[in-house]
């Protein structure tokens, strides 16, 4: 079974461009949620998404969105990058929230912006 | 302001030497509190899930409690592949809001053989 994939995983961008990236949920998981891991911190919670719809949302500026697909596969938008946005991006999925199961995390998108 | 403070940052253990990691939270609205394991260059691995004070889980050399203001990871005769972060997060429902995770910032443990 496939877990969590997360495209690309590396990419390097330059100030003010924008950036998408790319998760696809473990097959049956209609979950997906998105999180900011900055070197040496904990992840930082971006958006959760339940069947299509934005069930959270984390104290980001609105330069960050995101959407799920019918497919349960979501995408994470940022506009005009700042250097602060490097970081780990984290996408995970899980059936329904986190429950007893917890999420599944993908490896990550490293993001580095020059 | 919901809080989530991990102790300690770091810890270096013995192989065989039982230590705890400390997860404190001050939140409203608390839906669960979950411990991950992350390795290096890796997502975080789930572990456990606590959802009442008392509560408890256990997993090989893990075991996991919840108390009403915090969580104890406690590690039994750890051995080197044990060396992580450790990761607490909580689940929370503001009134009136979505849900929202919070995660500390971790504890790095380090397992000497």
């Known amino acids: 079974d496939a877990g969590v994939t997360q495209s690309p995983t590396h990419l390097i961008k330059t100030r003010g461009q924008q950036v998408t990236l790319r998760c696809s949920p473990i097959?049956?998981?209609?979950?997906v949620s998105w999180y900011q891991q900055v070197l040496g911190q904990g992840p930082q919670f971006i958006f959760q998404y339940y069947e299509k719809e934005e069930r959270g949302r984390g104290n980001f500026p609105d330069r960050f969105s995101a959407r799920q697909f019918p497919n349960y596969s979501s995408e994470l938008n940022v506009n005009a990058l700042l250097l602060g946005d490097s970081a780990l991006y984290l996408c995970a999925s899980s059936l329904r929230g986190q429950g007893n199961y917890g999420y599944t995390f993908g490896s990550g998108t490293r993001l580095t912006v020059v | 302001e919901d809080q989530v403070t991990q102790s300690p940052e770091a810890l270096r253990l013995q192989e065989g030497e039982s230590s705890s990691l400390n997860c404190s939270y001050t939140v409203s609205g608390l839906r669960g509190l979950f411990w991950y394991r992350q390795d290096p260059g890796k997502g975080p691995e789930f572990l456990f899930t606590?959802?009442?004070a008392g509560e408890e889980k256990e997993k090989e050399r893990l075991k996991a409690t919840l108390t009403k203001k915090e969580s104890f990871l406690h590690i039994t005769a750890p051995k080197p592949e044990d060396s992580a972060t450790y990761l607490c997060a909580v689940q929370v429902r503001p009134r009136n809001r979505d849900d929202k995770i919070i995660f500390g910032k971790g504890t790095r443990l380090h397992i000497l053989p």
């Open positions: 097959s049956g998981h209609k979950s």
């Open positions: 606590l959802y009442s």
